[in-house]
Every structure is written in C-alpha cells, then in structure tokens.
C-alpha cells in the first residue's frame, strides 16, 4: 500500500466513505503518521449514516464546499461505487482525488489481525451495526449468560458509544474501532442480524450465526427486490450467506424464504425467533417500559412506528395524534398516552400538530416497546408481524398506499392481512371506534397458523442450548 498510494505531507486529508474500507484505510494512514492530517470523513448521502467518527466530522458532500478543495480526497469506498464517485466530485470540478485499492487495502489488513489467536469463549454480537442492545442477538445473549455458570463465555457487543443500559457482564467495544475488528477477529462465534460489508472475511475456526432482524412475510427483500438493490449490496449479501454456518427462522414461511432469495444454501434452525420471546413476558416488560416513561399503571399504550420511503410522499406521517387518542379512549374506555418510533431515514419528515406523544427512540430495544405496547399504529412495517404475537389490535395508516406500492412488492396483498387498514385519518378514527376484537383476533390467528410459526416463547434458551453444544469448546 505504501508504494502506490502517495500522500502529499502539505494537504489535509479528506477520507470519502464511512464504511469498513474508510475504517481501514484510517487505520493505515494513521500507521504511517498521518492522523493530525486527517480532517473530515464524506458520504454521497448522510441519511443512515452517523455524523461523526473516531472524532472527526460525517459530512454529506454538499455541505463541504469550501472545505475539501485544498485537502487530498482518498475514496476509500467499494471498488463499484468509487467511480460513481469519481464522477461527483469532477462534476465540482474536485480533481485531487485518488482512489483506494479497496480488495489489497482490506486483505493486508485481516491478514495482520489473523495472527491473533481465536479466543474459544468469546462471542461477537450486534444489532444492525450500532442500533443499540437489542434484537435477536440481545436474548440470545440473556440466555447464554443464564446459562455460563461457570462464567467462562467473553461476551462482547458493538455500540456507537458506551451505553450504560448494556449488562456489565458484556464488554462493549467500538463499532468500527480498531478493537472492533481485533474482537470480529478472534471471536468464536459472530451474532448478527444484519448483513456484513463484502469486506469482512470469516477465517477457519469461527462460526457466523445469521440472526435475521426480519421476520415479517410482508414486503419483498433480498433477491427479489435485486433490481432495485445497489450492486455492492447484492455483492455484500451474497458474501454474508456464504460466511454463514447457521440462519434462524421464526417460521416455514421464512424458511422458505431463505432457501429462494437470500442466496443461502446451508443449515436453517427452525426453532422460533429469540426477540419473539417477549411476548410471553409482556407483564414484567410493560412495566420496565412504564416506569422508563412515568406512565400510570391504568393508562393505555399506542405505539406508532411507521417505516421509511424511499420516495417521500408528503402527508404520510400525518397522524392526527389528538383525535386518535380520544378515540382510543372512547373505545376502550382509558386514557391513552401515545409512543412514537420514529425511523432514522425519515424521522425529520413527521408532521404531527399536536405535542402528546413521547418519543421512544433511544430506548434500546423496540422489542421490548412492541410488547409493552397495548395498540400498534404502523404503515408497511415488519413490525406488525412482531407484535401479531400479543394478539392485540393493529391499525394500518397508510395514506399512501398507491404511490408505496408502486416502489415495494409485497409477498402478501396487503389486503388479505388480518390488520386493520386506514388510508385517512377521518378512517382511522372510524375503525378504531368500531374496533371488534372477536373479529379481529379471529382472522389473526388464522393468518398466524398459515404462516407456520416456530414460536413457543422459549427460542433463546433453545438456542443457546445449541450454541454450546454444538459450536462452543467449554472443555
């Protein structure tokens, strides 16, 4: 690396990417005594993205003007991307840009790391990159602490930053860190539930368990939705599959699913989704959830947790917070106090009139608010198949029904789910009133049983039952 990339020791430097290869190539700058040099880090788009890292600055390139144009720009991306890339900043007439050997960069790299022992005991979890201490991994997790009576197992989870709501029993380490990846190298096992870079090579001796954050038969994912999907996704998807040892399924439907468009081929665990277990202990996490928010123990929860767009079509978030409380209200004959999930590509994009709603967004684990939730108001979101679990009632506000299906497939009409549809808010509020549960839960349960459901409330322990027996060296 060091012949063929040249650094000019008179210019700042500006890395172009967030990902692992800017990770990396960070690292390698700073091995050569560049790091006061280094000054800002750039992304295409900063949506999903985090806005600063290793101390330095996320910016989106249209808030640089003025600040790249002296420093030396390394796009440090996947190869596919870097000359789309390329093409952006000349079209800012940027010239002093280099591309980065992304494959060689990467490959000296894990082959430094590989000379560190695996640690036998040590288990790498994850949920999503950084989106807090939750989901699968999270009770899985649980259980095989439960279950490490000896206290052998070195359980270590990635945060963005140090998160005083994670167990001292786990270590947290940065995501992203030079620690992190020294952990990704020497874990013996790997608990994820998203897909992980192309870049990252699994070597002999770990095992990788694919714990899915989906769940849901609801919109299309994976390979068939690929015409939509980046190249460098697809590339990254494919590689995840081929590093997996094990998926987890929570139904037939999904395990299908797996076998026909995650290009995966290997072992499916039919034995339930961790996360699901929750919901046979909604009593004691209703009122962990309660306590967190100071809501009285006579109050009712409505949780609306609407998903992204990819096209934003104004008026989608619109609900009309006020009347939908007072018909809650009205209907079951309680006061309500109304949660709000709200989704970190859009979240700017709400547009409610009335302030009686309590943000939830940094309570780790939506699972756990899912569960605590007495009513769901969602739009698309996978989320209502969770929360199908607690057989409480679903309302769908879907105002732009028309244009979202337009852009999404759906593995199921919308129209033959068991949830209730609204697409304005005059309609919600009219369902709400008429709400009749004997209906509802009636149609549910027979929409439960078509999808063939693993669930029995004890998947964790199930699970971690078979972690140790099967992938663990406890001797």
Not at 18 to 24: L, R, Y
Not at 271 to 284: C, E, M, Q, T, Y
Not at 449 to 462: I, K, L, P, Y
Request: with cysteine; aromatic share 14%; hydrophobic share 35%.
């Amino acid at each position: 690396m060091t012949k063929k990339i040249r650094i000019d020791n008179n210019r700042c430097i500006a890395i172009y990417g967030a990902g692992t290869v800017a990770d990396i190539f960070y690292y390698y700058l700073c091995s050569k005594g560049y790091k006061d040099a280094i000054k800002m880090f750039v992304v295409s788009d900063t949506s999903g993205n985090i806005k600063r890292k290793f101390g330095l600055g996320v910016y989106g390139l249209d808030e640089t003007s003025g600040l790249i144009e002296d420093c030396q720009i390394f796009i440090a991306t996947q190869i596919p991307v870097q000359d789309k890339i390329a093409e952006l900043l000349k079209q800012r007439d940027i010239f002093n840009y280099t591309k980065v050997n992304a494959d060689e960069l990467v490959d000296e790299f894990f082959k430094e790391l590989y000379k560190y022992p695996i640690n036998d005991n040590k288990i790498l979890g994850q949920n999503q990159k950084v989106a807090g201490y939750g989901d699968n991994p999270k009770y899985l997790f649980e259980a095989l602490h439960k279950k490490d009576q000896e206290g052998k197992l070195d359980l270590v989870w990635a945060v963005g930053e140090t998160d005083s709501f994670i167990p001292e029993y786990v270590r947290q380490v940065e995501y992203g860190s030079l620690e992190y990846y020294k952990e990704l190298a020497t874990a013996r096992i790997w608990l994820d539930n998203a897909r992980k870079s192309r870049f990252i090579k699994k070597r002999n001796g770990q095992i990788y368990i694919q714990t899915w954050h989906g769940a849901a038969p609801v919109k299309k994912v994976e390979a068939d939705v690929a015409e939509s999907l980046d190249d460098f996704y697809i590339e990254s998807a494919k590689n995840d599959s081929s590093m997996a040892d094990l998926f987890l399924s929570g139904s037939k439907f999904y395990s299908e699913l797996y076998k026909k468009s995650f290009w995966y081929n290997g072992e499916i665990l039919e034995a339930g989704l961790p996360r699901h277990d929750v919901f046979w202990n909604i009593s004691k996490v209703k009122r962990d959830v309660y306590s967190r928010y100071d809501i009285s123990e006579n109050t009712g929860t409505v949780l609306y947790a609407p998903t992204f767009r990819k096209n934003y079509v104004e008026g989608c978030y619109s609900l009309d917070i006020d009347r939908v409380l007072s018909a809650l209200a009205l209907r079951f004959d309680r006061p309500f106090k109304m949660l709000v999930s709200r989704h970190p590509t859009n979240h700017h994009a709400y547009e409610f009139l009335s302030d009686r709603y309590i943000y939830i967004d940094k309570y780790q684990d939506f699972e756990e608010i899912l569960a605590a939730a007495d009513v769901l108001i969602t739009d698309y979101s996978g989320c209502m198949y969770d929360f199908s679990f607690s057989r409480r009632p679903i309302f769908l506000f879907q105002t732009d029904y028309d244009e979202y299906i337009k852009d999404r497939g759906f593995y199921i009409p919308m129209e033959d789910l068991p949830y209730i549809s609204a697409r304005t808010n005059d309609d919600l509020i009219e369902k709400i009133l008429n709400y009749d549960n004997d209906v509802y839960v009636k149609k549910l349960e027979s929409f439960m049983t078509q999808m063939g459901n693993f669930d029995r409330g004890n998947a964790s322990e199930v699970i971690a039952d078979i972690i140790f027996e099967k992938y663990l060296n406890n001797g």
